[in-house]
């Protein structure tokens, strides 16, 4: 299958997870549980739950572990963009092509729709079916490292604590591996935990391949939003110009950003090979992630 057909037959199977688990819109607090419904639902790319689909086939991993998996990945993936949104963060007016939560409704609601949607993610993990309680606890911790103030959180604080400052190449892959990567790595690792008695040598290789894809989805990122003439001078134009956030274009150069996706997704695929024809869905994801254009 290809990677586009993949996509999009997991868009599909997690949008019906996804409605399944989340409260209806008819379920008091009504508004909450609407706002909710219109943060999650739609047309997300849905890459991380991809991502926890292909690394649990990979390993063979019963399809009702990884459905949760994915709703979990993704619950969290949706909270921080509706946070991320906010007039306190990056102030946006429109996600995914239409108003942002905060716009939709108002900003309180939208703060608790993000703490909602961790809140069912967390739930929704502890109920997995089909997985060892062993398991279960380390896919909690795994989600709950990757969302906290060693992954995701803190890599936004140090985002924000970052604009205007310039940043080493080091302190920008520190503050990328976890705003970006962090969530990233996490879905490889919790597809594969789904997986009966997975082999630890084998997890390891997953980790490392989401950790390299994780920073090579960021690089692209920071070149795609690099336009017009201000590509032959390595700066963006995008919004990362206008909150003066450090990008990679800007500290290495475009061809040398470029150049670094590339030996990242050469890391990722070399992890793979023990995997053989296993792996070959996770090989599409790492090309995908620097040749997409948009």
């Known amino acids: 299958m290809a990677l586009d057909e993949r996509l999009a037959a997991c868009r599909d199977r997690v949008e019906r997870a996804l409605d399944e688990r989340l409260p209806g819109p008819s379920i008091a607090p009504v508004r909450l549980h609407e706002a909710m419904r219109y943060a999650v639902l739609g047309n997300g790319k849905r890459l991380r739950p991809l991502l926890v689909y292909l690394a649990g086939e990979a390993l063979e991993a019963p399809g009702e572990a990884l459905d949760a998996a994915a709703c979990a990945v993704e619950c969290i993936h949706c909270y921080s963009l509706v946070h991320d949104d906010l007039p306190a963060m990056d102030d946006d007016d429109l996600r995914r092509g239409r108003a942002t939560c905060h716009r939709a409704y108002d900003e309180a ?21 089909a997985v060892e309680d062993g398991a279960r606890v380390a896919m909690l911790e795994t989600l709950a490292t990757a969302a906290g103030s060693r992954g995701l959180c803190g890599g936004q604080a140090m985002d924000l604590a970052a604009a205007g400052i310039p ?9 990328h591996i976890r705003k970006t990567g962090a969530l990233i790595r996490a879905s490889i690792r919790l597809g594969g935990l789904c997986a009966r008695a997975p082999e630890a040598a084998t997890l390891e ?11 090579a989805f960021q690089v692209q990122d920071d070149i795609l939003d690099v336009a017009g003439d201000d590509a032959v001078l390595g700066k963006s134009s995008g919004a990362d110009a206008r909150l003066e956030k450090a990008t990679y274009p ?3 150069g475009l061809e040398e950003a470029r150049a670094f996706a590339r030996r990242l997704r050469d890391d990722a695929l070399a992890s ?16 995908y992630i620097i040749e997409r254009d948009h």
């Open 167 to 175: 940043l080493s190449e080091a302190e920008l892959e520190a503050m």
């Open 250 to 252: 800007a500290l290495l």
């Open 205 to 215: 290789r997953l980790d490392h391949y989401g950790k390299c894809i994780g920073l």
């Open 109 to 129: 609601t939208a703060i608790l729709v993000g703490d909602a949607l961790q809140a069912l993610a967390f739930r929704t993990l502890a109920r997995t079916p």
């Open 272 to 287: 793979l090979e023990p995997l053989g024809e296993r792996g070959e869905g996770l090989r599409e994801v790492a090309r």
